[in-house]
């Protein structure tokens, strides 16, 4: 089992950055594939960003080159650097984890956070 719990988000003005976090509990963090979807109101959930154990990354095209993921296997917490905020990026953001590779299917997850609001205002 691993327990995840996000932290980071808040309210910025477009251009800005927010740094999220997710600190997971349990055992044999690193062997998880670790990713970061986002929710806005009405939309979806889709994958933003995920981190493989052996740590190749894949970013969606809306985010990729402004957000940067990351892992601290020591720490077992994951990571979401997120620079160039738009307004389109506002959403409920979470920590998902799976055994294997990443994938953009979120019925492959097994474990979720309970999610951190990000706001971006123009």
């Known amino acids: 089992q691993v327990q995840l719990v996000e932290s980071g988000g808040g309210l910025v003005q477009a251009g800005g950055s927010l740094r999220l976090s997710c600190a997971a509990s349990?055992?044999?963090?690193?062997?998880?594939?670790m990713t970061w979807f986002r929710q806005a109101p009405g939309m979806e959930r889709e994958l933003v960003a995920g981190?493989?154990?052996?740590?190749?990354?894949f970013y969606s095209d809306s985010v990729k080159g402004r957000f940067t993921i990351s892992r601290d296997n020591a720490k077992n917490t994951l990571f979401l650097q997120m620079s160039s905020l738009k307004p389109d990026d506002t959403a409920v953001y979470y920590c998902?984890?799976?055994?294997?590779?990443?994938?953009?299917?979120?019925?492959?997850?097994?474990?979720w956070g309970q999610g951190t609001q990000v706001s971006v205002s123009s």
């Open positions: 998902a984890a799976k055994h294997g590779a990443v994938v953009q299917n979120r019925a492959a997850y097994d474990y």
């Open positions: 349990g055992r044999y963090f690193g062997i998880y594939a």
């Open positions: 981190i493989n154990s052996g740590l190749s990354t």
